[in-house]
Structures are given as C-alpha cells and as structure tokens.
C-alpha cells in the first residue's frame, strides 16, 4: 500500500507569483483535503476534491484553487502569492463513502513566500 | 470551530503510560473523535478514533466517558519517538473537514 506524496518538499517563491504544489493519494482513496499550517498553528482546512469536484472549503479567498484529476491525485494552485501564504501545505487523502472516512496526511511541502 | 479543550505542555518518562486527556463537552451524538499527532515538521499521523466504546490498537487506547463529554488517549509505554505535538478531533459522520486546535505537546523524557 502506498502512503501519500507530496510534491516539491520545500519552495520558496516571491510576492506575487504563482505556486503549484502535488498530492498523490494513498493506494484505494479517492478524496484529497487540503490544510495549510501556519508556523506554531494546527493545520487549517482549505478544501477537499472528490469526483473532480471541490467538496467543500474553508475560509481561503479564491486564489487558493485546485484540481483532482482522474487517477485522485491532486493539484493546489496559489495564485498571487502573499507573505502570509507562507506556510506548511499538506494533504490528506480518504475513501468517501466509508462509516468514519479516516484522513491520512503526507509529509506537507513547506513553502516561503520573500 | 473549536470544540475540543486540551491541556497545556505535559511530559512523561520513557517506559511509562502517557495519558492525555480532551474535553469535547458538546459533543453530539454522530460526532466521532479523532485523535492525531504531528511530530516536529512532518505531516499529522492518524492515531485512533471512537465513537462510544473504547478502542484500542497498535499504537495506543482511547478511553470515551459515558457521557462521552470527554476522553483519554493512553500511549501504554511511552518512548522518545512519541514526542510530538497530540491533537483531539470532534468531527460529525460525513463531515469532509478536520478542526485541528492547539492540541498538547507531550515531550517523553529519558
């Protein structure tokens, strides 16, 4: 059984740009949730893909966006890059549909924004 | 958001039992919880979760209240590796979110 991945590790961007970062989901998911974790700060729901659908967001304005492509992996896009973005972004993939849809999260891509 | 209470920074010696505790006082009656923890820069590891009974697995036992206003997630023979910072979870049936707060830092000491 494959754990999930995240894709790149570390990334430092500048204000203004724009970021891509990769989640594949665990082997049998077909769910992916978005957190991001500020430093000293629990993670923070951002949204979740399921069927290629966003399935729910929180409270992240519209340049936080994403895609889930058809083997469940999935994108998050930031565009307009703040200082504020700076943070650990971790997914998490489950199996919709099942009794308790258990999250499990891979090891987050750490991103700085100069 | 916020509907777990944990305690402030607790320690525990290797070997022995850690416990710690969470209060989820308005919990509902579909609402499972969740026990995760972080270790310094990785991603949240899934521990255990219930709903009314007692669980136990490989890495750990939570003990529910009856009332299930609150519970204890119980490492039985902590070791250095489990150091990390605990977070308890209150998340309804379906629900496609996880409420991290500030969880506990248990730090296991030699």
């Known amino acids: 059984e494959t754990g999930v991945t995240q894709s790149p590790t570390h990334l430092i961007k500048t204000r203004g740009q724009q970021v891509t970062l990769r989640c594949s989901s665990q082997s049998g998911h077909n769910t992916v949730s978005w957190y991001q974790q500020a430093l000293g700060q629990g993670p923070q729901f951002i949204f979740q893909?399921?069927?290629?659908?966003?399935?729910g967001r929180g409270n992240f304005p519209p340049r936080f966006s994403g895609l889930q492509f058809p083997n469940y992996s999935s994108e998050l896009n930031v565009n307009a890059l703040e200082l504020d973005d700076s943070a650990l972004y971790l997914c998490?993939?489950?199996?919709?549909?099942?009794?308790?849809?258990?999250?499990?999260f891979g090891p987050g891509t750490r991103l700085l924004v100069l | 958001d916020a509907k777990t209470t944990q305690p402030p920074p607790m320690d525990c010696a290797e070997g022995r039992a850690a416990n710690l505790p969470c209060n989820h006082s308005t919990i509902s009656g579909n609402e499972y919880v969740y026990w995760y923890r972080q270790i310094h820069s990785q991603g949240p590891q899934y521990i255990i979760h219930g709903l009314k009974n007692n669980e136990t697995n490989e890495m750990a036992s939570l003990i529910i209240t009856e009332d299930r206003k609150s519970s204890t997630l119980i490492l039985p023979h902590a070791t250095l590796r489990d150091t990390a910072v605990y977070y308890c979870?209150?998340?309804?049936?379906?629900?496609?979110?996880?409420?991290f707060g500030t969880g506990t830092r248990l730090t296991v000491i030699p």
């Open positions: 979870i209150v998340r309804p049936t379906g629900a496609n979110n996880l409420f």
């Open positions: 998490a993939s489950s199996l919709q549909g099942t009794a308790q849809e258990t999250q499990y």
């Open positions: 893909y399921y069927r290629e659908e966003e399935n």
